[in-house]
């Protein structure tokens, strides 16, 4: 580790090998130090640190790994792997960004950039990704192929866990969520954390009965442990199992069950929001369009009596349910002052390219094949990215219409083919 942080602090002050160690000692003695082949002496590391910048014991306890250094790496990542809404801003600040141990400054950076965005804190993330991490992740980004220090092994696991899911990339999801877990204690709130995921990223592979096998076990653990804390996140997991298996009737009793046990969750804000947004995503799609439009305004409702800033930051999300009901009932009015009022707070890339996506919309409702192209090519890498694939169903028969239409035939082709393989790739 003492290699990596030498390369990060030299990278950071433009400084070559050769002038790193010019007077101190021969290249390649000091590669064989880097290789820990031979120890860092103590003067030479006052030497090369005045180079850096920084203290002597920022070099000779890069690699530190005793007891007491793992046990404040565990303490950071227990502290920081509960969902974000539960961390006291003044917590995640209070964690230094820089430790003279490698394994401790790491799994602090890990953490904070899955907090920021858990947060949708797009600039805190970026930053600290430019400013430091995206270096680490080069050298160590792949955990099968590295050996780390248990307590930054699963902060690596946990960051990659949340990247991809924001990616919708569950097969890499399940893969490290599955590694993760065999590092984690059964019937801990990680644990507990981790079978949630589990059952997501099965939903979304189509392992239906390992999903379906991973609840029963979760649940059946919270009822013999009494962990009744844990119930609503369990059943709002459910709920999309049986949503997907085209139980809707079973998923809404889920959402139900999930709202009768909010009374027991210490994070009651988040799954709110969670039950909220798959009920009005269910009726939705259902088509049951009226109970839909009532449980946006109820959810309204609740919001009432959140803070300003949170009425604000969930402004975006009612927009975006609003523009999706007036476009499945064809209210093209409707849906037009929905899309201002979306394109007037959308602050994140999802909420931007949804509101570009119902404009697409709006312009091949009204004949305007040419906006239309011109919208829809716009947002669709995005969500091929996302693999979104409602939104990808409409862009791609919307486009192969309209190229069809305007005699692009070749390219007429090209968007039926992919919605074709998109169809069958749908439960």
């Given at each position: 580790?003492?290699?990596?942080?030498?390369?990060?602090l030299s990278k950071r002050k433009s400084i070559s090998r050769k002038d790193l160690v010019e007077g101190l000692v021969t290249q390649a003695h000091f590669a064989n130090i880097l290789a820990e082949r031979y120890p860092l002496p103590e003067d030479l590391a006052e030497g090369i640190a005045e180079r850096l910048g920084v203290s002597a014991s920022y070099l000779l306890q890069a690699a530190a790994q005793d007891e007491h250094t793992l046990g404040r790496a565990e303490d950071i990542f227990a502290q920081l792997s509960v969902p974000a809404s539960l961390i006291p801003e003044d917590t995640v600040h209070a964690f230094k960004d820089r430790d003279d141990s490698l394994t401790v400054?790491?799994?602090t950076a890990f953490m904070k950039a899955v907090y920021y965005q858990q947060l949708n804190d797009a600039a805190a993330h970026e930053y600290?990704?430019?400013?430091?991490?995206?270096?680490?992740l080069e050298k160590y980004g792949r955990p099968d192929d590295v050996e780390l220090p248990r307590p930054l092994k699963k902060a690596l696991l946990f960051y990659k866990i949340q990247y991809y899911r924001s990616k919708m990339a569950f097969v890499d999801v399940l893969t490290h969520v599955t590694r993760l877990s065999s590092l984690t204690e059964p019937g801990s709130e990680l644990w507990l954390s981790i079978q949630n995921i589990l059952m997501e990223a099965y939903i979304q592979t189509r392992q239906y009965e390992e999903a379906k096998s991973t609840f029963e076990q979760t649940m059946k653990?919270?009822?013999d442990q009494r962990l009744f804390h844990r119930l609503?996140?369990?059943?709002?997991?459910?709920?999309g199992y049986c949503f997907t298996m085209g139980l809707v009737q079973e998923a809404l009793s889920a959402l139900s069950m999930a709202e009768a046990n909010l009374v027991y969750a210490g994070n009651q804000g988040d799954l709110v929001t969670a039950i909220a947004n798959n009920r009005i995503v269910m009726l939705t799609m259902s088509g049951?369009?009226?109970?839909?439009?009532?449980?946006?305004e109820r959810f309204e409702s609740l919001l009432h009596a959140e803070t300003e800033e949170t009425q604000q930051a969930m402004k975006p999300l009612l927009c975006v349910y609003r523009c999706e009901v007036a476009s499945v009932r064809k209210s093209w009015g409707e849906l037009a002052q929905n899309v201002d009022h979306l394109l007037s707070c959308a602050v994140t890339q999802d909420q931007q390219?949804?509101?570009?996506?119902?404009?697409?919309?709006?312009?091949?409702?009204?004949?305007?094949?040419d906006l239309f192209l011109s919208q829809a090519q716009a947002c669709l890498p995005y969500f091929e990215s996302v693999q979104q694939s409602v939104r990808l169903e409409s862009l791609y028969e919307g486009l192969a219409v309209v190229s069809e239409d305007q005699r692009r035939y070749k390219?007429?082709?090209?968007?039926?083919?992919k919605l074709v393989y998109l169809l069958r790739r749908s439960p």
């Amino acid at each position: 580790m003492l290699k990596e942080r030498i390369e990060f602090l030299s990278k950071r002050k433009s400084i070559s090998r050769k002038d790193l160690v010019e007077g101190l000692v021969t290249q390649a003695h000091f590669a064989n130090i880097l290789a820990e082949r031979y120890p860092l002496p103590e003067d030479l590391a006052e030497g090369i640190a005045e180079r850096l910048g920084v203290s002597a014991s920022y070099l000779l306890q890069a690699a530190a790994q005793d007891e007491h250094t793992l046990g404040r790496a565990e303490d950071i990542f227990a502290q920081l792997s509960v969902p974000a809404s539960l961390i006291p801003e003044d917590t995640v600040h209070a964690f230094k960004d820089r430790d003279d141990s490698l394994t401790v400054e790491l799994t602090t950076a890990f953490m904070k950039a899955v907090y920021y965005q858990q947060l949708n804190d797009a600039a805190a993330h970026e930053y600290i990704h430019t400013s430091y991490l995206n270096f680490y992740l080069e050298k160590y980004g792949r955990p099968d192929d590295v050996e780390l220090p248990r307590p930054l092994k699963k902060a690596l696991l946990f960051y990659k866990i949340q990247y991809y899911r924001s990616k919708m990339a569950f097969v890499d999801v399940l893969t490290h969520v599955t590694r993760l877990s065999s590092l984690t204690e059964p019937g801990s709130e990680l644990w507990l954390s981790i079978q949630n995921i589990l059952m997501e990223a099965y939903i979304q592979t189509r392992q239906y009965e390992e999903a379906k096998s991973t609840f029963e076990q979760t649940m059946k653990h919270v009822y013999d442990q009494r962990l009744f804390h844990r119930l609503s996140g369990l059943y709002v997991a459910y709920s999309g199992y049986c949503f997907t298996m085209g139980l809707v009737q079973e998923a809404l009793s889920a959402l139900s069950m999930a709202e009768a046990n909010l009374v027991y969750a210490g994070n009651q804000g988040d799954l709110v929001t969670a039950i909220a947004n798959n009920r009005i995503v269910m009726l939705t799609m259902s088509g049951e369009l009226d109970q839909a439009q009532a449980e946006i305004e109820r959810f309204e409702s609740l919001l009432h009596a959140e803070t300003e800033e949170t009425q604000q930051a969930m402004k975006p999300l009612l927009c975006v349910y609003r523009c999706e009901v007036a476009s499945v009932r064809k209210s093209w009015g409707e849906l037009a002052q929905n899309v201002d009022h979306l394109l007037s707070c959308a602050v994140t890339q999802d909420q931007q390219m949804n509101a570009l996506f119902y404009q697409s919309q709006l312009a091949l409702a009204h004949g305007e094949h040419d906006l239309f192209l011109s919208q829809a090519q716009a947002c669709l890498p995005y969500f091929e990215s996302v693999q979104q694939s409602v939104r990808l169903e409409s862009l791609y028969e919307g486009l192969a219409v309209v190229s069809e239409d305007q005699r692009r035939y070749k390219e007429a082709a090209a968007y039926y083919r992919k919605l074709v393989y998109l169809l069958r790739r749908s439960p």
